[in-house]
């Protein structure tokens, strides 16, 4: 049928707007600001292309994922810009080379849109980009420029209310240089820094305890079955084992998440976090391929406690002697002398009260070298900005080695923040401590483990079709558990609780704080029984096979893992019909008894994962309210002694 004249809808691609100009007037007004604080520490303006060829890209490290990519006349894959330092690192080292090198050091601004993709719909695709970089400084002379120069900058767009997260990449590599660990094991740290999931941190030192205590007892063995004669020795009890609090008197019990978050132990968590049905023993199923907690290597137990107490030191100048007390055992303490300095000539400049030492702050990108730092606003859902030292980089692209740092803020985010303080002011009303609480199954526990902190729950559990709940200074709101994600994500809740299922479903930009060890539930994958051999011969003729599933991410992930193509079909409920109306050979499916499997004749044919419930929070929230780290650390305490 012919479309009217007049019918079509014109909209705008998803993640990308239109700015009229009353936004565009102030967008200017910014932007000039921001230029001229640049302009007037010697910085000179720079352009990027839009389009970058990708390998060229990735030849720096780590990039964000980029939504646009085409092949261009000669075949190579081209992406539209996800960041413009890796930009600015190729620009400089290929002309660094074309004239035997930069002789003077370089000092760079840019304001540009960069397009990145992220897992939220609502998320813009397209941001503009403000940032500086300094090329040929070295050291803490320059880490100081840069956040001074960043603060200005903040100050210039009119935020009074901010702060900056410090923290060092620096000393977190020179601990894994000194863990003696696999390679796999130390990736996998980086990778847990990199996506702020601290629970799989401290799974990843439950492994090497694990495996020194193996030797240990091995050990022992070895020698109690040797020669007549020889000593009998026992395996140790040492209290640093199990421990990393122990280690120089427990530098990080002063922390918001503190002592209990540095007290794990090598069984506490894998004892209860399994369900008693699944088929696994030692650890979580989906993990028993992960070589980072199936062999981390000979790693040095007091090194690996260092690193996971290292991710819970927040705070002022105190966070850093503790740091300081972490690093002396090893002589690494270089890294942390040169944060001191730059964090000391910062408060001399009055930046004091917009300062917080944090060493859970790690961008997304693996090519920072030492400092790192980020900058939040109160009631803002992500961070403005961040940036960090990267001495690297430009070797990654054939130049000499250059010590280099760089920063940049999102103008967008600016703005957020803007109408947020004013919107504050207005109201004069602070919001209260806002919990994503889930429905359905998980909804008793959390409102138990959130009633042992110390909230007041009262009608909390009980709510029935209340969907926003307000106790004293605690504001409940009640979703789904696939949908907690996302209001953290973005900014509707400070914190949340849900299974580790749906943090991984919907991959959001979280802070994964604390396996809360209840809601216990098995992923599978299922057929109905006898149908084996059929659905190998289907796989064998036609190359892949069909799976229905709600949860097509981690489907895809488990599938990607064992190399096996499928056809995935999202159903949104009655999974089991699929195998029995023959629409899917298989199901990916949730399960915590199997009877649901087993009344429509369906068996297990393998385990993808096993899941708890999380407690979880948004990184602005985490890192400008002190009461999200308060009820981190005490529901921590509470997992452990359960």
């Not at 979580?284 to 981390?296: E, G, H, R, V």
């Not at 002022?316 to 002398?337: M, N």
């Not at 760089?406 to 109201?427: C, D, H, I, P, S």
Request: charged residues 25%; negative net charge; hydrophobic residues 40%.
């Amino acid at each position: 049928m012919r479309r009217k004249k007049n019918s079509m809808n014109y909209v705008t691609p998803v993640g990308f707007r239109d700015v009229v100009s009353e936004e565009a007037l102030v967008r200017e007004e910014l932007t000039s600001r921001v230029k001229a604080c640049f302009a007037a520490k010697g910085y000179l303006p720079v352009e990027t292309p839009t389009l970058e060829v990708l390998d060229v890209m990735e030849a720096g490290g780590h990039v964000p994922e980029a939504p646009f990519k085409f092949f261009d006349s000669h075949g190579d894959l081209l992406a539209m810009r996800p960041d413009v330092t890796m930009q600015v690192a190729r620009m400089c080292a290929s002309r660094s080379e074309a004239s035997g090198g930069i002789e003077k050091p370089l000092r760079l601004r840019y304001t540009q849109r960069v397009f990145r993709e992220k897992t939220i719909e609502a998320a813009a695709r397209e941001l503009t980009q403000c940032g500086a970089e300094c090329l040929g400084v070295p050291g803490r002379e320059a880490d100081l420029e840069l956040v001074s120069m960043f603060a200005s900058a903040l100050e210039e767009c009119g935020l009074t209310q901010f702060t900056i997260a410090l923290g060092s990449a620096g000393v977190l590599r020179d601990l894994l240089s000194e863990s003696c660990a696999s390679e796999q094991w130390q990736s996998a740290v980086l990778q847990a820094y990199h996506t702020s999931n601290f629970v799989y941190l401290g799974e990843l030192v439950e492994a090497a305890e694990r495996a020194s205590a193996a030797k240990r007892v091995s050990a022992a063995e070895r020698v109690s079955t040797g020669a007549s004669g020889s000593t009998v020795v026992e395996p140790s009890t040492d209290s640093t084992a199990t421990n990393p609090s122990a280690i120089d008197g427990g530098a990080a019990t002063n922390s918001p998440i503190g002592a209990a978050a540095t007290e794990l132990s090598a069984s506490d968590k894998n004892d209860n976090s399994t369900p008693s049905n699944s088929s696994t023993s030692d650890t979580n199923s989906y993990k028993l391929a992960d070589p980072a907690l199936t062999n981390p290597g000979e790693v040095r137990l007091e090194v690996a406690q260092a690193i996971f107490a290292l991710s819970r030191l927040r705070g002022g100048k105190q966070a850093l002697v503790e740091v300081r007390g972490l690093l002396e055992p090893f002589g690494c303490e270089e890294s942390i002398t040169e944060l001191e300095a730059v964090y000391d000539a910062l408060v001399e400049q009055g930046l004091g009260d917009k300062l917080l030492i944090d060493f859970s702050v790690m961008s997304s990108f693996d090519y920072y070298t030492g400092l790192v730092f980020e900058a939040y606003a109160p009631g803002l859902g992500s961070p403005l900005g961040g940036g960090g030292r990267y001495d690297n980089l430009l070797a990654s692209y054939g130049a000499k080695k250059i010590p280099a740092a760089g920063f940049a803020f999102y103008l967008e985010q600016v703005m957020a923040a803007r109408q947020e303080a004013a919107t504050r002011e207005t109201t004069n009303n602070p919001r209260p401590l806002r919990i994503a609480v889930p429905k359905g199954s998980l909804k008793e526990g959390s409102v138990e483990v959130l009633k042992n902190a110390g909230l007041d729950v009262e009608g909390l559990l009980d709510s029935g079709r209340t969907l926003m709940l307000r106790n004293d200074e605690v504001e409940y709101l009640i979703v789904r558990p696939t949908d907690a994600p996302i209001f953290v994500s973005l900014g509707a809740a400070d914190c949340g609780i849900c299974g580790e299922d749906s943090l991984l479903e919907a991959s959001p930009d979280v802070v994964e704080l604390v396996d809360l060890k209840f809601g216990g539930c098995r992923f599978v994958v299922a057929e109905s029984k006898g149908t084996t051999e059929a659905v190998e011969e289907r796989y064998r003729k036609l190359g892949s096979i069909r799976v229905a599933t709600k949860y097509p991410n981690i489907t895809r992930s488990y599938y990607a893992k064992i190399g096996m193509p499928v056809e995935i079909v999202k159903l949104h409920g009655n999974i089991e019909l699929a195998p029995i109306t023959g629409m899917a050979e298989r199901i990916v499916d949730i399960t915590a008894t199997g009877t649901t499997l087993r009344e429509n004749n369906l068996v297990v044919v393998d385990d993808v994962l096993a899941s708890t419930a999380r407690f979880f929070a948004n990184p602005s929230s985490f890192r400008t309210n002190p009461r999200v780290g308060q009820l981190a650390d005490t529901l921590y305490k509470q997992a452990k002694e359960n």
